[in-house]
């Protein structure tokens, strides 16, 4: 009897297994390619576009009468977009997502560092700071196209300042901040709202009179957690282009024996008063 398989190299008649139907009646909510590296470019503010590695989700729901999705053409659709990628970018590999494995919803994440050349602030000395950007999309019952950064920051105690005759304790902390966009807002931009409403900005490179400079703005710009949230949410809510933003802070608390933590969120509402709920 010969065998039903072809031999190796043979493109013969080969099956379709994933597109075969399936009888158990359930969908799944989300399947495809996880943690995906891939080189990738991105836009760049100073330098036009910055090459990085993204580390990509690529997901579809499958309906109930489908057995499996087709891997390999989210590779192929990543592999045709991947010399910029943008939140428009993104949009358009969704849609790809939606019509070449015939599904209704797309889910697309793509995680990359990106780097800002930043100059200390008194001797000019360049360095590169990095910060980690998320650039994500879905459709379904509402699309979304979203930017989320993390940037790290000094704080220092206002209340610590308050009441200590000598000096104030201060802490590293971490700001994210996503954002969902009817329009252009760079990368760039977003980080410098964030750096603006800290305490002080963190740099890579620092010489001695630097550090003298970093210090002294800290103190003279101390901020609770609660500050933070409240600054740079007045930012974004004077911003047309912002439809809705999310806000973490946490700190590394120098003197206490855990982490300082704050969250907000607001989504744009032109029917009240205030233009946001």
């Known amino acids: 009897m010969m065998s039903s398989k072809q031999p190796p190299g043979s493109t013969a008649i080969l099956a379709d297994v ?8 359930l969908a799944i909510d989300w399947v495809g390619v996880k943690g995906l590296k891939y080189p990738i470019t991105v836009l760049d503010r100073a330098q036009g576009k910055q090459a990085t590695v993204g580390s990509v989700t690529m997901l579809v729901r499958l309906p109930q009468e489908q057995k499996g999705t087709h891997m390999s053409r989210f590779v192929e659709i990543l592999g045709e977009h991947h010399t910029e990628i943008t939140l428009s970018s993104v949009q358009s590999m969704l849609q790809e997502m939606q019509q070449r494995l015939g599904s209704q919803r797309a889910r697309l994440e793509v995680l990359f560092p990106y780097f800002i050349t930043k100059k200390a602030p008194v001797t000019g000395t360049p360095g590169l700071v990095g910060y980690n950007v998320q650039l994500a999309g879905r459709t379904g019952i509402r699309d979304r196209l979203e930017l989320r950064v993390e940037v790290p920051v000094t ?5 610590s300042k308050e009441i200590s005759e000598v000096g104030a304790h201060n802490q590293r902390g971490a ?19 964030v750096e603006r409403c800290a305490s002080c900005e963190v740099y890579s490179v620092l010489k001695r009179p630097d550090e003298k400079y970093v210090t002294e703005r800290a103190y003279q710009h101390p901020v609770f957690v609660e500050d933070l949230l409240r600054e740079i949410a007045s930012e974004l809510m004077v911003r047309e282009v912002v439809e809705h933003f999310v806000i973490e802070v946490e700190t590394i608390e120098s003197i206490h ?13 032109r029917s009240m008063p205030s233009g946001w709920r």
């Open 18 to 25: 994933q597109s075969r139907p399936d009888d158990r009646a």
């Open 155 to 159: 704080t220092l105690c206002p209340c």
């Open 175 to 193: 700001v994210t901040v996503l954002v969902r966009l009817q329009g252009m807002l760079w990368l760039e931009e977003l980080v410098e709202i």
């Open 257 to 269: 024996d855990h982490n300082a933590y704050g969250y907000l969120s607001r989504t744009r509402d």
